[in-house]
């Protein structure tokens, strides 16, 4: 099962106590064991074909670096618009040059708006079946389909912008199906990959995905439309390096370390080593909903995904229209507080890592369900977030006022739904989580 942490069951300790359970009365039954024990022969039995390059035995930290690309790229193309809309009066200057009557779709607010919403459409078109697709087919597969996606929508924009306004929705669609699973893959993957006292580390840095499209986006896109190759070329760019990026990512990337030809049986070992195996079940959507712990973790990713959301579709807008910065300097203005997310972030997992009273245990078994909700919150905001600016932002003539009040109430949202999260959450596994065994020290 792809979201499973260990697909094949790992060969347990000789100590008797490898074993572990959620209830000391919940005893297996002998034919359990031995169902367990003739697996465990049959996965041992098994030769793994190892290659002689095995990366220094950190194959998994060469897999974090090529997802955390692979996650950023697709980010980067949903954005791109974000910035370029600022530079696109091109558009309608060639519209009118052409004696068409009426307006371009760029000079109405209501029209930008839906472009600017039409990637949370295609996040939400990807993310209702992407927990069975991933769960059938694996990441790999499934995350090169819309990383692929990602970069037509992306390549194809420039065109469709010259066609009409149906076709920058459609290729906005599909830049939106690229991103639908990243909330998804950055939560599974450390629990794959990462070795036990790695996990935060894995997390902080896939996470980052988030702020290094601005990071890297912002700049570049200001410099370059700011340049003779024009906005289009960002297209382009970003486009061809999704796509080569990906091919990269389907022919080195396996959904389980166990079955990577790089990955040598010490670094195996040093993954698999003192995990907890969760037990294949359904989903108990009812108990995960009602659990204080979750619904806190929810409520607070939902307050610092609407602060997020804001920056990042109107960052530029607000730089350029509102405080007049030119366009070099907004791309640079705009990835600045991206910066110190990132910082922050890489050093809280670092942190996270070192400090072993912390446990690792919580929601773990249902965390696929848990993320999409969390994704599909996001992808809510995004939509909606549009139509709340333009509500609070309009009047030209109290433009800055009225943008102050957006950043108070969006400070406001975020504090709120943040402070509940120390004082209503456990770290301890959820009355819904049943453990099967822990991995001992033996691959």
Known sequence: MAFSYHRLPKMPSSNSSSYSHL???????????????????????????????????RTRLFIMVLLLFCLTLPQINSITFNFTVICMEDLVEIFHAKNFSGTHWMESTTHKSFIFSSTAIGAVIGLIPSVPLIDQLGIR??????????AIGSLFFPLAVDYDFYAVVFCRILQGLGISIVFTVVGVIPGIWAAENETGTFLAILSCAF??????????????????????????IFGIFTLFSYFLFFYFYTDSP??????????????????????????????????????????SVLGGNFGFTILTLYGPTYLKDVLHFDVKETGFATALPFILSALVKFAAGRISDKMDHLSEKRC???????????????????????IAVGLLTSGSENMEENWSRLFFIVAIITIITNAPFPFFTSEEPGPFVRIVKKLGDDV
């Open 211 to 236: 702020q290094l499209s601005m990071i890297i986006c912002m700049p570049v896109s200001g410099l370059i439309c700011d340049s003779d190759l024009g906005w289009r070329s960002i297209y382009y």
């Open 23 to 57: 209830n000391s009365d919940d005893v297996e039954s002998e034919n359990s064991e031995s169902e367990i024990s003739r697996q465990i022969e049959d996965v041992d039995s098994r030769k793994r074909n190892v290659s002689k390059f095995v990366f220094g035995h």
């Open 141 to 150: 597969i499934v995350l090169t389909a819309s990383g692929i996606l990602s």
């Open 258 to 299: 166990r079955f990577h030809r790089n990955v040598s049986e010490k670094e195996l070992k040093k993954i698999e080593t003192g995990k907890l195996e969760i037990s294949k079940e359904g989903v108990p959507y009812l108990e995960i909903c009602t659990d204080l712990t979750v619904l806190m973790a929810w409520l």
């Open 364 to 386: 773990r078994q249902h965390v696929h369900f848990a993320l999409s909700v969390i994704s599909l919150c996001a992808y809510l905001i995004h939509f909606g977030a549009p």
